[in-house]
């Protein structure tokens, strides 16, 4: 009786080890952490190298829009006229490759001025929205981070729907980083 008590008792304790093997190797065949910087990449869309009409740059005060301004596509009458043309097309670079989310600082006048067009590079054109208007408040494109390589990038934010202003663009590889104000 005592000598099966202590056998089951061997028997947990090795499981016990086993599991802990297993977790220690798991762990320690884990890509070690680099210990780098996270990196965030803030891109001022007023300052784009080139802004497409009917979509224009906007001024603000420095303490409501960062650098004092944005850009807009000004309200269309009728609404929704024209939601082909005007974008802005704005060059940056990535040096450390990987995974990052695109936040934008953004203020919409009204369900049908919420949203703009989002292209990185030869990519799909995403779409940019929100539900909280005529405040400014960051936006996270998509639910999945971008897959970025090491290398000169084009970011190209377009016309989707006239009423819409953004401010600022942060690309960051912190994933569960939410910017609040101002970057
Ligand atoms: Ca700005």
């Known amino acids: 009786m005592r000598h099966g008590m202590f056998a089951r008792k061997a028997g ?11 977790v220690w190797l798991i ?3 884990a890509p070690a952490h680099t210990g780098e910087q996270p990196i965030y990449i ?3 869309p007023e300052k784009a190298e080139k802004i497409e009409a009917p979509m224009v740059k906007g001024t603000e005060s420095e303490e409501v829009c960062s650098a004092g301004g944005y850009i807009e596509i000004p309200l269309q ?3 929704g006229t024209d939601k082909v043309n005007g974008k802005a097309i704005i060059p940056f670079e990535i040096k450390t490759p990987g995974k ?3 936040h934008a600082r953004c203020w919409w006048y009204d ?14 054109k995403a779409t940019l929205t929100g539900s909280t208007e005529k405040r400014w408040r960051w936006e996270k494109l998509g639910d ?4 970025l390589l090491a290398g000169k990038h084009v970011l190209v934010i377009s016309n989707s729907e006239d009423g819409a202003r953004l ?17």
């Open 12 to 22: 947990l304790l090795a499981g016990l080890l086993a599991i802990g093997l297993a």
């Open 27 to 29: 762990l320690g065949a």
């Open 42 to 44: 803030v891109l001022e």
């Open 77 to 79: 009458q009728p609404r």
């Open 100 to 102: 990052y989310f695109l």
């Open 111 to 124: 369900g049908c001025g919420n949203s703009f067009g989002i292209t990185i590079d030869k990519g799909d």
């Open 144 to 147: 999945d981070p971008i897959l």
């Open 167 to 183: 401010d600022q663009v942060l690309i960051t590889n912190d994933l569960s980083y939410i910017p609040q104000g101002i970057e």
